[in-house]
């Protein structure tokens, strides 16, 4: 399993949560793909419009090829969604490291 990990500043929190949250327009989206696990949205407790966007994929391969089947539509959303953030910071995609 993988998880891509990104930071934003809200605008609007009520309407970035809607988005961004786990049935949100992203996830409702990223749910059509195969090896889509989930989003989770988790809020700061000091700054309430600061936020970070857990999407769960069953591996990179399963994300790039929705991305590359979904390409135009991916960045229609991403240019559409920038009214949601005042900031975005791609953290990575990071993978789970299982306990031997």
Wanted: proline share 1%; charged share 30%; aromatic share 18%.
């Amino acid at each position: 399993m993988i998880a891509l990990v990104f930071r934003y500043d809200a605008r609007d929190p009520e309407a970035f949560e809607k988005a961004y949250g786990s049935n949100g327009e992203w996830a409702q989206f990223f749910r059509q793909g195969v090896g889509y696990i989930g989003t989770e949205l988790l809020r700061d407790i000091e700054e309430h419009d600061r936020y970070l966007v857990i999407d769960r994929w069953e591996s990179i391969e399963a994300y790039n090829e929705f991305i590359a089947e979904h390409q135009v539509e991916y960045l229609r959303r991403s240019d559409e969604s920038r009214i949601y953030y005042l900031a975005e910071l791609r953290f990575g995609a990071f993978e789970n490291v299982w306990a031997e």
